[in-house]
């Protein structure tokens, strides 16, 4: 059975993609579980300098995903802040005369964590998911994904699988489109540059969907697409692979966006 971890970005602004990826994996044969105990994974304590602040959501996520056979999440930068610093959390804790068991649990936690389409590619061995998405889409890779993961072409692959779906290449993906969590907050001005870079980056694909791995990115540049009057559709990879085509029992492809507007102009 896999537990999923939500994430508090998902559960609080984007539900949607939480329902996704459950439709997405019973779909294919998984039984999926919801743990009411779940949290916050820490992120913006452990990147805002507070770590022992941390410790105490180490241990809830371990508490709660105790006795599942893999830990499910939507998002890469959150299955990044499990997979690099819990391990660094616990050590720290552990140095400091702290440990009381934190270590043991984060052992036990890390390796069962998978991002979303790591564990549709490596652990259940598919690229075709049965998913019908058309409408004209672009891929941007996340910083944490990319980098921390090392998630390679397995999101490439499954969107490049999916009926109907036209893959349009992105100028300049591998650049950071400016959110990074707390860094959008302490430089702001430098965060909404890049992520108007990004945006326009976007737009030049001509695409009608902007896709990721993460909603945090896909809230930032979606932002700036929107203020642009830009008609982009930002849209989470679950989201699409839910989708089916009419007449399946899965969710149907949502409507593509509106046609682009004038540069500059709001709606």
Known sequence: MVGLFLTCVNDMVYPDTGRAVVTLLERLGVRVDFPMEQSCCGQPFFNTGYRRATEPLVRRYAAAFRGY????????????????????????????????????????????TYELTEYLVDVLGVTDVGAYYPHTVTYHPT????????????????????????????????????????FAVKNAAVSVAMGTDKARAVVATGARALCAAD???????????????????????AEILASTEPGASSPRPGPPSPEPGPEGTDR
């Not at 610093?85 to 069962?112: H, K, S």
């Not at 499954?158 to 400016?178: P, T, Y």
């Open 215 to 237: 909603n945090s990115c896909l809230a930032h540049i979606g932002g700036i697409l929107t203020r642009r009057g830009a008609g982009v559709r930002p849209v989470h990879i």
């Open 143 to 182: 910083c944490h994904g990319l980098r921390a993961l090392g998630l390679g072409d397995r999101p490439r692959r499954l969107l490049e699988r999916v009926k109907g779906l036209e893959l349009r290449e992105l100028a300049g993906a591998e650049e950071c489109c400016g959110f990074g969590g707390t």
């Open 69 to 112: 056979d893999h830990i499910v999440t939507p998002s890469a930068s959150c299955a990044t802040m499990v997979r690099e610093q819990y391990p660094r959390i616990a050590a720290r804790a552990a140095a400091e005369g702290r440990d009381d068991g934190l270590a043991a649990a984060v052992t036990e936690a890390v390796p069962r």
